[in-house]
Structure formats: structure tokens, C-alpha cells
């Protein structure tokens, strides 16, 4: 099994040119915020490296909430096979297994209806986003503690081996994971609380629901493409991923340390120590070392996206908001609800930017669009012809059917 600064030579090589994009970026004047001339040259090697650990390995202590409070570790090692652990979007890494599993696998002699499967699973630290302390208790192998990390919800994998197994794919939305399915496996949620996260459904979570109680999902964003953009996520409420990094280790996974935004009115301390702060340097490099996964061969149609790519600078005014090389206006404007063609929420829910810090909306970079639908912060749009069908609605553009058909094109190319 891999150590933690350890990775393998397609790595290297995606870390390397993220480098070089940093190093051209601050010789260019790409990027003028303070927070980002700490990290102005070129990260090394060994930041790197324990950045790709902390993402994919470090839970920042939250096992005193999925293992003390939510008692997930019951549930996993008593009803948790491998078969329903990849129904509901859990993968499995690939590089991780020894022979003579991935063997068993092929062969049936590995057991993929035991939970017994899962635990052994967790002991060969296996499954992407999940930590399981494994111990010998009567004899038996015995799922003890278990917490997750960032790459639960950010990774997924190539399914190289088989559908939900095979190599790690960091940054890349989870959109198979039913993250609300697993936490409402937990013995400790009432009835009430069990069938709002039963609401969310695959490739959707509410960062904001246990802290202000309502309920309204939103697509899990992608954690790569984020170098040069400040405003990362949907509303801008952070001014650098390490705000949401924070925000996220301590508000949603548990983590220890605090957080505190008094816009939003939240002051969140968990444990009695800090095991975030002094690691959000290294994590962010790393983070911001990914970058966006080219289209698929095939998977768009050539000829009608050099067409399209003419309607998104021209009739189709997508040029305006979608500007620059990120194509995202994020580091200089945000914009209101009544500007953006995703609202009203689905379901009655409230505006999601009613409940941000900023109370606005991003305007959404493109890069590796097609790697995560559904679209739109809350997922209103299941394709990119209909995100282009809903701007040409909404904002009456008065596009021509080969008009949608080819803008949609250029979107998947890029």
C-alpha cells in the first residue's frame, strides 16, 4: 500500500504542470490577492505530496462525530457490504488492493455481501474518503472508529477494474455519492432528521443545513480548476479555498479546531485542539495543483462546437459573466439572484444564496464542464443543452435550435 508522500508518476507529471501554470500565472500578473502571495512561487515537491495526503487521508479528528456521535462505525461493520457501499457511491482504490483481493474479486471468492468485506476494506485503507480503525475484538476483526475525509465527497474513480473500483481521481465531483443515504444510516438520527437526508439523493449535500436548518440541496462542485479563482465556491462567501476548507473540516466533517464567519452567524469549535489550521497551506497547493479533466475522445461533436464557440462569444452573450481563462467573472463581481438563470430553487426550497454570507452567486467556471453534471448550483439542469435552453429562456436570447445544439457542444469541449 502506498505511503502517504508517495504517488505515482502520472501524478508527478499533473503536479508538475500545475506548477508551471502557477509559476506563468504570478510571472504574468495572473493573480493579485494577498492571500495568494504566500504561495506566489512554485509549491514544492514535498507540499505537494503532504497536501495529496491530507486531502485523501487526514479526517482533522472528526471521528468524534461520525464515530461518537452519528456511531457510523456500528452501522458499517454490521450492515455495510461492499455491494451497497457501491450503490450508494462509495469507491474503492484500486492501488490500494494486494493481488490476492483484487483476485478474489474477480473470482467470487471475496465476499462482497459481508460486511465483514467492508471492514477488511477499511484495514487496507481502501475506500476513498472513509478512515476505519480496525481492531481484533474476540478474535475478530472489528471496525472500532471511523472518520472521512475531503476525498469522500471531492474523488471518485476511474472504474478501471470495475464500476466504482479502480484508480483515484482527486477533485473530481463525487456524483455517484447519496452522501444524505449514509448519513441517515446513523442510529443516532431521529425519524425527522433520517428522511431530510434521505431527500438529497445522488451527487447532492446541503452544506448549510446543520447550521441553519433548512433544507435545500445543493450538486457537489468539483475541487479541481480552482488556481487564479477566489471566489471558489457557488456564492463567493470565502475570498481563497482555505476559507472553505476550514468551513467544510470543521462545520460538515467534524474536524477539530473552529470556524467563524459573522455573517452567517456561525461560531463552530470542535474538541479541544487544532488539527487544521497549520495544515491548510499544504492542503491548498495541492488542491490548487489540479486541474480540469479534457473532454473525453468522442464525447463532443468538433465541427458543431468551433460553431458554438462563435454563439458563446457572440448572440449568445455568454462572454459577459463566463470572461478571461478561467471563464468566470468570480474575481471581480458577484451577482445577484434575479441575474442568474438557476433560481427558483427546486422544491420550494429557499434561495441558496439567501443563505450565504454574500447573499449573491458566482458566475460558474468551465473548464471540466463535462465531467460533473447535473448543473447549476442545485442541479435544475441534467444536461448542458438544457443549461443552454434555461439561459435562452430566461434571459430570452433568441437562439436558434442549431444555435443551442452547437453552444452546448462547445460547453462539453471544454
Known sequence: MKRWNQYDRSTVKSLAA?????????????????TDQAFAAVPD?????????LFRFDTFGDELHWTDTLRMH???????????????????????????????????????NSPATTVALLK???VVGLQGKVEVVDGKDTLTRVGITFALCHSTVDNSFAPGIGKRLDGWANRDLNAGAIIALSPALSATMKAVYNSWGKGKYDPRFNQDGENGPQVIPPAYGLEGIHSITSTGDGDDVSYWNRYV?????????????????????NGTDDRISAKLPALRAYQLSLLPPPPPPGSFDADAAARGQRVFAGVGKCISCHSGAQMTDANSRLHLPSEVASEPEPDGAPSYASRSATKRYRTAPLRGLWQHPP??????AATA???VRTYNDKQALGLTEAEVSDLAQYLKSL
Request: aromatic share 4%; glycine share 12%.
Open 18 to 34: 500545475a506548477s508551471m501554470s502557477v509559476l506563468l500565472m504570478s510571472a504574468c500578473g495572473g493573480s493579485d490577492h494577498s
Open 45 to 53: 515537491a514535498r507540499l505537494l505530496a503532504d497536501g495529496q495526503a
Open 74 to 112: 456500528e452501522v458499517i461493520r454490521s450492515a455495510v457490504d461492499p455491494t451497497t457501499a457501491l450503490a450508494i457511491g462509495l469507491k474503492v482504490d484500486a492501488d490500494a488492493l494486494p493481488a490476492s483481493v483484487t483476485l478474489g474479486i474477480r473470482d467470487g471468492s471475496v465476499d462482497l
Open 124 to 126: 487496507l485503507n481502501a
Open 249 to 269: 473540516g470543521i462545520t460538515q466533517m467534524g474536524g477539530h479546531g473552529t470556524f467563524v464567519d459573522p455573517r452567517l452567524g456561525i461560531d463552530v469549535t
Open 375 to 380: 448543473y447549476f448550483h442545485n442541479g435544475t
Open 385 to 387: 443543452e438544457q443549461v
